[in-house]
């Protein structure tokens, strides 16, 4: 008998049908009022009205989500996942007025990150991951996006790369692989970016190819991704990473605008990365590149929040340039430990000046594509992997109003009910 079940009596059915939304589509969560929706084998069947479908279906296993809101997990498309220990001294030195890039600059940061992360194994890379994994779960995330990028050395960063696939086997949540090999210049070479780019590009992709060709050949292969930033790795820098990345077959993701304007989402555009992330320097020349792309525009709120700072994406120019906004947590030890993509969502209403509504497609089916997963995750429809979470409320405005909890009750992960919350 094929192991099916009917969630009914949802008070809003958030759909999200129809692909990702660009520009003023942005906001349309395709709701069935007292919906439900039919699941079989790990996948959606049918999504419709409550008495129709259980009219229709009178014999099949069901959980009455009791006039509660039911919609796709969320994905978080941009996750450091990979870690070990934490930088709260850090925190507390930028309380005192040290900036974030000051602090890389002395050799902190990232480097200190890398420092803890680079000989770790990879039991204790997933051992460490694991409990993040689970508290994400927890809040409603069903799929993010795990890069590496404290290794900064070859050996080390495929490591990480193969402690995020094998936690991605541990069905948890499921983890898109990013190489982010160029997260940082290596300490080593702190003085000499140059030869460490050219170091990236002449082995560790190269390597990263090979390494994949040996192993997981059958797989899609991983994004790359850098942090073209001043203090980081140059826009020429960046292309040139990047379109040897794109020559080898990889696809692309890039780190652009976090604090200043050096052009990586035009770059991003240029090369087709499927997304170009923090943004929140972004001239308006290199909004409408976005706009007139395919490049999703993934907008990381934790990250100015965390800092402190005041200045956030410019999310209402990118909607208006009729980009497609995804929305990320960006969890790493630096700025933005956040687990929490409700928390997100809450941070988007009030920086990003988005409706709930757009914030939410912005966390699903926008978030899917940003991860080059439109087609099989972030909504609810037919065919698509049946990762659904129940809220502890009957109108989804409470996702943005009410933060600081948690309002998923329920994670069904490919058909398995994984979380049962009390909510709040
Ligand atoms: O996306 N900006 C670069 N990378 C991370 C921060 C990583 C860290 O500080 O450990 C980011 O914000
Ligand atoms: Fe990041």
Same mark, same amino acid.
């Given at each position: ?6 969630i ?8 999200l049908? +129809?692909?990702?939304?660009? +520009? ?17 084998e ?18 099949e /296993? ?7 809101? %039911?919609?796709?997990?969320? %994905?978080?498309?941009?996750t ?33 990150? #890398? ?15 694991? /409990? ?44 898109? /692989? ?22 990236? #590009? ?16 059958n797989?899609?292969?991983?994004? #790359? !991704? ?31 605008d976090?604090? !200043? ?35 999703? @525009? ?22 208006? @340039? ?7 947590? !960006?969890?790493?030890p ?8 409700? $928390? ?12 709930? @509504? ?22 609810l429809?037919? +065919? ?18 009410? $933060? ?21």
């Amino acid at each position: 008998m094929e192991k099916r079940m009917l969630i009914h009596s949802a008070s809003q059915l958030l759909t999200l049908a +129809g692909g990702p939304q660009r +520009g003023s589509q942005l906001g349309n969560l395709g709701i069935i009022e007292n919906g439900a929706v039919l699941i079989q084998e790990g996948k959606i069947i049918q999504t419709g009205i409550t008495s129709e479908m259980l009219a229709k279906y009178p014999d099949e /296993p069901r959980f009455d989500a009791r006039q509660r809101v %039911v919609l796709p997990g969320f %994905v978080d498309p941009h996750t450091h996942l990979i870690f070990i220990g934490n930088r709260a001294f850090e925190f507390e030195m930028r309380l005192e007025g040290k900036s974030y890039m000051e602090i890389m600059a002395a050799g902190g940061g990232i480097a200190n990150t #890398v420092r803890a992360t680079r000989n770790a194994s990879i039991e204790e890379l997933k051992k460490e991951a694991r /409990p993040r994994m689970v508290n994400m779960l927890a809040h409603g995330t069903t799929t993010a996006e795990a890069k590496t990028g404290y290794g900064l050395e070859a050996e080390s960063e495929l490591r990480q790369l193969q402690a995020i696939l094998e936690l991605n086997q541990e069905g948890v949540l499921d983890l898109v /692989p990013t190489y982010l090999g160029a997260h940082a210049i290596a300490p080593e070479y702190k003085d000499d970016p140059e030869t460490f780019t050219q170091i990236v #590009v002449n082995q560790f992709l190269p390597g990263l190819e090979h390494w994949w060709h040996i192993n997981n050949k059958n797989q899609a292969k991983p994004f #790359v !991704d850098i942090f073209c930033e001043t203090g980081a790795f140059s826009l020429a820098q960046s292309r040139l990473v990047l379109q040897t990345a794109k020559d080898l077959g990889f696809p692309l993701k890039i780190h652009a605008d976090e604090f !200043d304007n050096l052009g990586g989402a035009s770059l991003a555009v240029e090369l087709g990365a499927v997304s170009a992330d923090h943004l929140v320097k972004t001239s308006q020349a290199d909004i409408n590149a976005l706009g007139q792309s395919n490049t999703v @525009a993934v907008a990381l709120p934790p990250t100015p929040f965390g800092l402190g700072h005041h200045e956030y994406t410019p999310a209402k120019e990118i909607i208006k @340039a009729n980009g497609i906004l995804a929305i990320a947590s !960006d969890l790493n030890p630096g700025p933005a430990w956040c687990e929490n993509m409700q $928390f997100v969502i809450a941070l988007s209403c009030r920086y990003l000046n988005i409706t709930v @509504a757009q914030a939410i497609a912005a966390a699903t089916i926008n978030a899917a594509a940003a991860v080059g997963r439109a087609d099989q995750i972030g909504s609810l429809e037919y +065919g698509k992997q049946a990762d659904v979470i129940i809220l502890s409320t009957d109108d989804y405005r409470n996702l943005g109003y009410k $933060f600081g909890g948690n309002q998923v009750t329920a994670v069904f992960k490919r058909g398995n009910l994984v979380v049962q919350n009390n909510g709040n």
